[in-house]
T-cell receptor, first 110, second 113 residues
Framework: QQQVKQSPQSLIVQKGGIPIINCAYE??????FPWYQQFPGKGPALLIA?????SEKKEGRFTISFNKSAKQFSLHIMDSQPGDSATYFC?????????FGKGTTLSVSS | KAGVTQTPRYLIKTRGQQVTLSCSPI?????VSWYQQTPGQGLQFLFE???????NKGNFPGRFSGRQFSNSRSEMNVSTLELGDSALYLC????????????FGQGTRLTVV
């Protein structure tokens, strides 16, 4: 049973565009929702995270929107750059066990 | 501040053998978690240790085990290796065991032949 569903699987945007990656979760016990960025040959790097008592969080060019009633959250990347080309994972957790989505491969063309 | 260090970076083992992977967490972090990453299944949680005790365990067979030492360093062991165990094994460290930021190492790439 996949507890965190992520879409789209891949995404191509032009430089300066705003890619949006969506995730939905099933378990209402989850109380921490991070996003990770992974480059080939590297481990995932924490980008930004949110807790369910907040509807939006911004850090630099990255924004998480969170809809608790719909059990959905999304990542927006403002003014995307070619260097943002990577795989992005959403996750949900309770008690330190991260449950990951399947990942979104983002390609930002110049 | 040094990040999470995993050794070795690459391993090639034969079916039936066993393997031990090592993880040194960020200084001061007491929680260490292990994940398996494969193209088909993605990132899957194996187990989490805090203060030398396994606190959480994912849905993996008993061939996968781990331990944590008093200095928070952790090892994971896979016995009787199968071809399907070929994966990137990732270690993540956190300050404690309750939903704090988790920082990943670069992983150990295990290939079973």
């Amino acid at each position: 049973q996949q507890q965190v569903k992520q879409s789209p699987q891949s995404l191509i945007v032009q430089k300066g565009g705003i890619p949006i990656i969506n995730c939905a979760y099933e378990n209402t016990a989850f109380d921490y929702f991070p996003w990770y960025q992974q480059f080939p040959g590297k481990g995932p790097a924490l980008l930004i995270a949110i807790r369910p008592d907040v509807s939006e969080k911004k850090e630099g060019r990255f924004t998480i929107s969170f809809n608790k009633s719909a059990k959905q959250f999304s990542l927006h990347i403002m003014d995307s750059q070619p260097g943002d080309s990577a795989t992005y994972f959403c996750a949900a957790s309770r008690a330190a066990a991260l449950i990951f989505g399947k990942g979104t491969t983002l390609s930002v063309s110049s | 501040k040094a990040g999470v260090t995993q050794t070795p970076r690459y391993l090639i083992k034969t079916r039936g053998q066993q393997v031990t992977l090592s993880c040194s967490p960020i200084s001061g972090h007491r929680s260490v978690s292990w994940y398996q990453q494969t193209p088909g299944q993605g990132l899957q949680f194996l187990f989490e240790y805090f203060s030398e005790t396994q606190r959480n365990k994912g849905n993996f067979p008993g061939r996968f085990s781990g331990r944590q030492f008093s200095n928070s360093r952790s090892e994971m062991n896979v016995s009787t290796l199968e071809l399907g165990d070929s994966a990137l094994y990732l270690c993540a460290s956190s300050l404690d065991s309750v939903n704090t930021e988790a920082f990943f190492g670069q992983g150990t790439r295990l290939t079973v032949v």
